[in-house]
């Protein structure tokens, strides 16, 4: 029987158990990782901190993580928290890996242990280490092709500890359906990550969808413009608003917990930057729960 994602992925959280070391430095920096296989990231501490969370940050399809904890810097500094953006460069993770999340290879489904979303909480274990805080609590946000990475991990690996995992501004969704294909659906995978309870689990998933309104030029250089995307919605703001109300109208229909949240921002177009400078981002990151 196929092992269900992410009991399994929770499983490694549970069980990571890194050699502690010196804390990240204070600053920008970058370091490398082992999470089972070297990794760069990107990091920001501000001069400040004192004990605030933890915010993984995944980059767009440009693989331009430095930039991404650039553009991060204003949420480390508002909220007092620490930002590490990951690197999944191309050669490593093309589109199948990265934004799909290592799911399937060659049309085969792989194990969980192969999947891309594994590498995160072993990354955040290694972090926690390094900080001397086992408990050091922390959130997800990706843009764009970071965004359709984060929908896909909520949806088959679970939101692994994080206590908000916020999606914005993705090029496609995965609606809560087996009638579209993997990528854009649940078809086509096997029923433990696809049947009622994985759809169900999803739902109950602490997910913001983060919208910038401006966000609609159908014709941007990097839009998806598959047939599995376009029945999504013409553009990137479409594509949020009608997976968020199906995924909500779906919830309703079957009387099962629905833990997602939509905040829109105004004005900003395709724009990680301006996403994350935005006022709304405090409301997308920790709106639900406080920290």
């Known amino acids: 029987m196929f092992i269900c994602g992410c009991w399994f992925l929770a499983a490694l959280i549970l069980s990571a158990t890194p050699v502690a070391a010196a804390p990240l430095p204070v600053g920008p920096a970058q370091i490398t990782v082992d999470v089972g296989l070297p990794l760069e990231v990107f990091t920001y501490k501000p001069p400040t901190y004192r004990d605030g969370p933890l915010i993984v940050v995944f980059h767009g399809v440009q693989r331009n993580a430095e930039d991404y904890r650039n553009f991060a810097i204003t949420l480390a500094e508002r909220f007092g928290a620490i930002v590490v953006a990951p690197r999944f460069d191309k050669p490593r993770f093309p589109t199948e890996a990265y934004q799909r999340g290592g799911i399937m290879k060659d049309g085969q489904v792989q194990p969980p242990e192969a999947w891309t979303f594994a590498l995160v909480p072993r990354l955040v274990a290694r972090l926690r280490a390094e ?121 309703a229909e079957r009387g099962w917990a629905f833990n997602w949240r939509k905040v829109e921002t105004s004005s900003v177009e395709h724009d990680a930057a301006r996403m994350f400078a935005a006022p709304a981002a405090e409301d997308a990151l920790f709106g639900t729960d406080g920290r």
């Open 131 to 251: 900080e001397g805080r086992p408990d050091l609590p922390y959130y997800y946000i990706g843009h764009s092709a970071g965004g359709q990475f984060l929908v896909r991990l909520v949806a088959l690996a679970g939101a692994q500890g994080a206590r908000r995992v916020v999606a914005t501004n993705p090029g496609s969704h995965l609606f809560p359906t087996r009638d579209a294909g993997y990528g854009y659906g649940f078809g086509g995978l096997p029923d433990g990550l696809a049947d009622d309870g994985a759809i169900r689990r999803y739902l109950a998933a602490p997910l913001t969808l983060y919208l910038g309104t401006n966000d609609t030029d159908p014709d941007h250089p990097s839009m998806d413009r598959s047939p599995g995307a376009m029945a999504q919605g013409r553009s990137r703001y479409e594509r949020g608003l009608a997976c968020y109300a199906a995924a909500r109208r779906l919830a």
